[in-house]
């Protein structure tokens, strides 16, 4: 596929590992009211937990998952090690660094801060960073949303030179000072780590304290979020992790980042269970009020302030997602449902995806529609994207499409292969975690596909 048309698939990452951990479900107290819940949704835990054996038998993953009904824990599941050196095995409470999902907790003291009259959502940032390209234009709102234009960070070469290193704040500050605009400010969203950094030294500054502490004072201790705080350099007598990349068939330590690079961005340490009920605590407006999670929740493009939107069998949640260092994490909460996900690794090889859209798969109970191998040859090719839609210089864009006895597959190379879920009246999705569904609507007499993927549609045509 020469233009990834959206996928957001280079970072479509997770699978399996090493030894079983723990799994448990809510102490003895309430054990009853979560048998209910657990009855009323169907959730099929033997399905869930073969699911996760095969991919420990893999090893290549390793890693934990929690699902929460209505803040109450309704499955919780570890594989792998905390550090393969001494074969110390994770368990249910193993916490790991949650990367872009502190984005979260960051925004959430952001909102803190403006209901305390602290500060405004459409002030500009002029005050606090002089130095800061279009500082006269970019709001506290343009931070959060990813909307400022600021160049990121961390995808500066250099940023491979110092993150194992301490950098105090205001060398991030001076360097992010340097770059030019990505764009203008509000025009458009590009992700940016920079957006997070610039936030978390504003909130440091209105409080006159460290975001370590203005984590434990505003949301760690008042709402008993007890494994996740700040992290520092990683401690495994306090059951944190080393994480790691598979490569040689082989499990290899990756260096450990510090976490002064990554501030609000990036540098939090949490648990599964604490992140369920960090987003139980938020949607229920424990935390911040309804205004505010309205605020945080328009999406301007695909970010909201802090937060995304997921879509996944229909159903809407929100959360985030993180990359770092070889930490992957996800957490999604479905309102409608009252539903929190959380999946965190310190190891992966593939497929993050499969795991947490089966698992969601399992709870609801989602029946899959059969389809003959017959049938699905009917679809099976490669589709180009229309001569007179590509631009010039441009090679056109694909989706091949394979199959197998049950499924279609769409394939990119040798490299990547995933299932689509038949919907029945030849109509296919491609369920992904990392960006938004992608609908195919096959005409097989015409030889085309139409896709959908949010705002984006197009044609393609089979050779």
């Given at each position: ?7 957001s ?9 090493c ?7 809510q ?8 048998k209910?819940?657990?009855?009323k949704?169907s ?7 073969s699911l ?30 905390n ?12 916490k ?37 390209k ?12 990813h909307?400022?234009g ?12 110092y993150y ?14 340097t ?16 957006n ?16 370590k ?6 949301i ?8 996740t705080?700040?992290?520092g350099k990683?401690?495994l007598s306090?059951n ?36 369920n ?11 911040i ?13 695909t ?12 159903r809407?949640?929100?959360g ?18 009252k ?7 310190n190891g ?8 947490m859209?089966t698992?969601?798969g ?13 049938d699905?040859?009917?679809?099976v090719?490669?589709?180009?994207e ?13 989706f ?6 049950k ?17 029945g009246?030849?109509?296919?999705v491609?369920e ?32």
């Amino acid at each position: 596929m020469k233009k990834q048309l959206l996928l957001s698939l280079s970072i479509i990452i997770m699978l399996s590992s090493c030894s079983w951990g723990e799994k448990t479900k809510q102490a003895k107290q309430g054990e009853e009211e979560v048998k209910q819940i657990i009855s009323k949704y169907s959730l099929d835990e033997p399905k869930l937990d073969s699911l996760l054996a095969v991919y420990s038998d893999n090893g290549k993953y390793m890693g934990g998952i929690a699902l929460a009904h209505d803040g109450k824990s309704i499955y919780t599941n570890s594989i792998g090690f905390n550090d393969i050196e001494t074969k110390e095995t994770s368990d249910i409470n193993t916490k790991y660094r949650i990367g872009s999902i502190s984005k979260t907790f960051t925004a959430v003291l952001v909102f803190k801060a403006i209901e305390e009259g602290k500060l405004k959502i459409e002030q500009t940032i002029e005050g606090y960073f002089p130095k800061v390209k279009n500082a006269s234009k970019i709001t506290i709102g343009n931070l959060l949303n990813h909307r400022s234009g600021i160049y990121n960070y961390t995808s500066d070469k250099a940023f491979r030179t110092y993150y194992t290193e301490y950098t105090p704040s205001e060398k991030l500050v001076d360097m992010i000072s340097t770059y030019e605009s990505d764009f203008e400010p509000n025009s458009r969203g590009a992700y940016s780590n920079s957006n997070y950094v610039l936030l978390s030294v504003i909130l440091e500054k209105v409080y006159n304290m460290s975001l370590k502490e203005l984590i434990q004072a505003k949301i760690s201790i008042p709402f008993g979020l007890k494994n996740t705080y700040y992290g520092g350099k990683t401690d495994l007598s306090n059951n944190e992790t080393n994480s790691y990349k598979y490569r040689g068939n082989k499990w290899v330590k990756e260096p450990e980042g510090d976490l002064s690079n990554a501030m609000g961005a990036g540098a939090i340490v949490s648990t599964t269970s604490d992140l369920n009920k960090f987003m139980h605590l938020l949607f229920s407006e424990k935390i911040i009020s309804k205004k505010s999670i309205d605020m945080m929740t328009v999406i301007s493009g695909t970010h909201g302030m802090g937060i995304f939107r997921f879509s996944i069998s229909g159903r809407e949640g929100f959360g985030h997602r993180g990359d770092l260092s070889g930490f992957k994490s996800v957490v999604i909460y479905f309102p409608k449902d009252k539903l929190s996900i959380s999946l965190l690794s310190n190891g992966t090889d593939n497929n993050q995806n499969e795991i947490m859209t089966t698992a969601l798969g399992y709870y609801f109970n989602d029946e899959l529609i059969e389809i003959s191998e017959a049938d699905l040859k009917k679809y099976v090719g490669v589709y180009l994207e229309p001569k007179e839609k590509v631009k010039e210089g441009e090679e056109p864009g694909d989706f091949t499409f394979i199959s197998d006895e049950k499924f279609l597959i769409l394939a990119i190379g040798d490299e990547f292969k995933e299932n689509l879920v038949y919907k029945g009246g030849n109509y296919f999705v491609f369920e992904q975690i990392y960006a938004e569904a992608i609908h195919y609507r096959f005409f097989p007499e015409l030889n085309k596909v139409e896709y959908t993927q949010g705002n984006s549609k197009g044609v393609f045509f089979r050779e």
